[in-house]
């Protein structure tokens, strides 16, 4: 049931104490990838969960903001503090508790929300209101063996382009991609005695994007997205019979 499109007496008549958060960020993803890729990957994230799950699921509203202030140099890109966000999700949680969905999947698309959802999760757990855990979909899939060693994740680089190619192909502006990749680091940071020396992603890449998006195509998006929705149609399972 998704909730931002339903009544209060269909919520109020929903047989199921299971929900699902998605969270992302609007942040830069580069000159070919749109503010809102971690939130729109979130939301396709939870469909193909969803679709993969047998069992009624409440379904949130996406929360469009994220701790992201390391993107603050790329125009456009807004962010939360950690507290800001932790509360959000929180106080979210709190009110999905309070009309039963007291078991509640958080689906996250963006790193930098990991830390605190791991956090904010347990809080809400402790606190004894609602069973609340994080599913980051890129810790869940190894990109990698998905796509038969043809790409890591990156930022704005091929396992996102290639998931909003299979997910929302209008959102990709295909004729900035190759520019894209020309001017997009190899890897995240900027490293040295085993420590990433940058805070911002501007420290360490032109255009905001790791990897090479030219290399994400719909096909291997299509296999990400099956992937990940059956590893939350696990975590579902498993949340509702905790």
Do not use: C, K
């Not at 580069?30 to 939130?39: C, V």
């Not at 004729?175 to 005695?193: P, T």
């Amino acid at each position: 049931m998704d909730l931002a499109a339903a009544t209060w007496t269909d919520a109020d008549a929903a047989g199921t104490a299971l929900a699902v958060l998605p969270v992302g960020s609007t942040e830069q993803h580069g000159p070919h990838a749109p503010l809102g890729t971690d939130t729109r990957i979130a939301e396709a994230v939870a469909a193909a969960g969803l679709a993969a799950y047998d069992g009624d699921v409440a379904v949130a509203p996406a929360l469009p903001f994220g701790v992201s202030e390391e993107h603050r140099a790329f125009a456009g890109t807004l962010w939360l503090s950690p507290d800001a966000f932790r509360a959000a999700v929180a106080d979210v949680v709190h009110s999905l508790a309070h009309h039963g969905f007291r078991r509640v999947v958080v689906v996250n698309g963006h790193g930098g929300n990991v830390d605190a959802l791991r956090e904010v999760a347990a809080r809400v757990t402790r606190d004894g209101d609602a069973h609340a855990v994080p599913f980051t979909w890129f810790d869940a899939v190894d990109v990698a063996d998905v796509t038969d060693g043809a790409f890591r994740m990156g930022h704005a680089g091929p396992a996102e382009t290639a998931l909003l190619r299979a997910a929302d192909p209008a959102l990709v502006r295909e004729d900035r991609v190759e520019a894209a990749a020309a001017g997009a680091a190899d890897r995240w940071g900027e490293w040295a005695g085993g420590t990433n020396l940058a805070y911002d992603t501007d420290g360490f890449t032109e255009n905001g994007v790791v990897g090479d998006p030219t290399a994400g195509d719909a096909a291997a998006g299509e296999r990400l997205l099956a992937a990940a929705g059956e590893a939350l149609a696990d975590l579902l399972a498993a949340v509702a019979d905790h």
